[in-house]
């Protein structure tokens, strides 16, 4: 019977194999597939962000945001 002859010397190949698989999944295709997921920033984001900066007042940063969220669609 060939088939039983060596039978398991496949496996010497196959388990590096499968673990270069998992390491090449690891190393670039995840870190592939998450680029360009980040969310578009919005105006309100920007404006959070300056009032954060302190660059604009509360009162300023109020009525900006009233502002937008009348005006942006959710």
């Known amino acids: 019977m060939m088939f039983w002859n060596g039978g398991w010397a496949w496996a010497w190949l196959m388990i590096?194999?499968?673990?270069?698989?998992?390491a090449v999944i690891a190393l670039v295709v995840i870190p592939w597939m998450r680029t360009g997921r980040e969310r578009p920033r919005s105006p309100i984001d920007g404006l959070d962000d300056r009032f954060a900066a302190g660059e604009i007042s509360v009162e300023?940063?109020?009525s900006r945001r009233d502002e937008l969220e009348r005006r942006t669609p959710v």
């Open 16 to 22: 590096p194999m499968v673990l270069v698989m998992w």
């Open 60 to 62: 300023e940063y109020r």
